[in-house]
């Protein structure tokens, strides 16, 4: 439909969508970190340091965390480029932004932390030799833009690294589907009292763009040499693509 967009399953106006995800996120921010460690296992600890292994930082280089909410992604990327580099951390999210922030500053690693849209980067083009988004491209109402905004602030010769659930091994759909449509949103009704937000991050899995598609859309941005690898049987894809 003209003017709408994925909210989960629900077509909902262009202009509404991003108000929907900031109630998400603020209503789950302050269990966000044990919601992950206990719906994945711990993997997503696992995912997030394969996709560092992909950004191919140094130090001295410079990062942008988008979407970056706790810090996770933050924290490993600023161990990478020492105090010679710089990692900003951004967010769309006041309170996600905020525990992120927090963290950091508690793990001793000063950084600076942006509230921003991811469609309209407040970066200068050319700027980072990196940028990540991790579990966070599906919340985004305009895609492609978010991603052009990513391409246009890396330099020539940088990377983008794209982290998000995907379609998952075909034999394992029924299992993943009853995890995630049964047993997710009672976990996120017995740790955040808030089973809604978890049904949505299922939905949003669902209708976010598989493997190949994403591939193509990271292409469409201006992205070159676009690549992605399978983890976890699919559950996640890491995505990467250069600015050439």
């Known amino acids: 439909m003209k003017g709408t967009t994925k909210f989960g399953f629900q ?16 209503s789950v921010a302050r269990r966000y970190d044990l919601m992950n460690d206990l719906m994945s296992g711990g993997m997503h600890r696992l995912w997030k340091r ?13 990062a942008l965390d988008v979407a970056g909410g706790t810090g996770d992604m933050s924290s490993l990327m600023k161990r990478r480029v020492g105090e ?19 963290r950091l500053l508690n793990e001793g690693r000063i950084t600076p932390a942006v509230r921003c849209d991811a469609e309209r ?31 246009r602030v890396l330099r020539s010769g940088g990377r983008l690294v794209v982290l998000e659930f995907s379609r998952v091994w075909k034999p394992l759909v029924p299992l993943y589907d009853a995890y995630s449509f049964h047993i997710l949103p009672r976990l996120g009704q017995a740790i ?5 937000s978890y049904r949505y991050l299922a939905e949003s899995i669902r209708v ?20 992605f690898f399978n983890l976890t049987a699919g559950v996640v894809a890491a995505h990467r693509g250069y600015k050439l």
């Not at 030799?129 to 919340?139: E, M, S, Y």
């Not at 955040?192 to 809604?196: E, K, L, N």
């Open 11 to 26: 077509d909902v106006p262009e202009a509404e969508k991003a108000k929907r995800v900031e109630g998400v996120f603020s």
């Open 50 to 62: 394969f996709a560092i292994e992909l950004t191919g930082l140094r130090a001295g280089m410079r």
């Open 84 to 102: 010679s580099g710089e990692v900003w951390l951004t967010d769309i999210n006041g309170p996600m932004l905020e525990r992120g922030r927090d």
């Open 121 to 151: 980067l407040p970066f200068p083009s050319d700027y980072f030799d990196c940028v990540t988004v991790a579990f966070g491209l599906r919340n985004m109402t305009h895609k492609p833009v978010a991603l052009a905004e990513m391409r």
């Open 192 to 196: 955040t009292q808030d089973a809604d």
């Open 208 to 227: 976010h763009p598989g493997q190949e598609e994403l591939a193509a859309m990271m292409t469409d941005a201006g992205l070159e040499r676009v690549e």
